[in-house]
């Protein structure tokens, strides 16, 4: 089936259900984790609950225990599933122009008006949303397949803010890493380069032994 064939909501959502989410059986887990940044290295652990709630356990560092929460917060809201209509149903969708790498741009309307997207081999590769208050682009390169979804493998992000499209802060490329543990892939390393003012801050978070609770 082509995608003219088809609607623009229908080829995202088919994007949007083949993302890699963890399922209503998900026990949680923790994790030694090693932050690396600045020629600093801090160690500690998180726990992710069964409620995708993390803590960051036996760091003292502010700063870097921030940081690390930050991270851990963010593998537990991506694996969350929630049906399409819950996350989108008050949304339109049309069908916009197709680059040279066969990536078929989508803009949204209804609810969340100027939002934008792209699809390519069922997946999401570009994601263009408003939240809090700044545009966040992020554009995938390369990902992981599961067998039970995707996860973005190399992708990059960069902010603008949507009165002045001037970009807030530094632009950051992702390198994301996983392991399966039990039934359930977990993220095991992520390193995050970012340029701001032509200097670059590398950030690693590799999380080690692995264990899902229960």
């Not at 229908?10 to 399922?23: H, P, S, V």
Request: hydrophobic share 35%.
């Amino acid at each position: 089936m082509t995608v003219t064939q088809i609607s623009a909501q229908e080829l995202f959502q088919a994007a949007y259900e083949n993302r890699y989410t963890w399922d209503e059986n998900f026990p949680g887990y923790t994790a030694d984790i090693t932050y690396k940044y600045d020629g600093q290295v801090i160690t500690g652990q998180v726990r992710i609950d069964a409620s995708l709630k993390a803590e960051v356990l036996n760091v003292e560092d502010e700063a870097a225990k921030k940081a690390i929460h930050g991270q851990a917060w963010e593998i537990a809201v991506h694996r969350v599933r929630r049906p399409f209509a819950q996350t989108h149903g008050a949304n339109t969708f049309r069908y916009g122009s197709t680059d040279a790498t066969g990536a078929v741009e989508i803009f949204v309307g209804g609810k969340s008006q100027g939002d934008k997207y792209k699809v390519r081999n069922n997946e999401v590769c570009h994601v263009h949303r408003l939240i809090h208050g700044t545009f966040v682009t992020i554009d995938t390169f390369s990902s992981h397949d599961t067998g039970a979804g995707y996860l973005s493998h190399t992708y990059n992000s960069v902010y603008h803010d949507p009165e002045t499209d001037a970009q807030k802060g530094g632009k950051s490329d992702f390198t994301d890493e996983y392991e399966k543990v039990g039934n359930y892939y977990i993220l095991n390393r992520r390193e995050i380069r970012t340029e701001i003012a032509n200097s670059l801050s590398i950030q690693d978070f590799i999380f080690s032994n692995i264990e899902l609770l229960g």
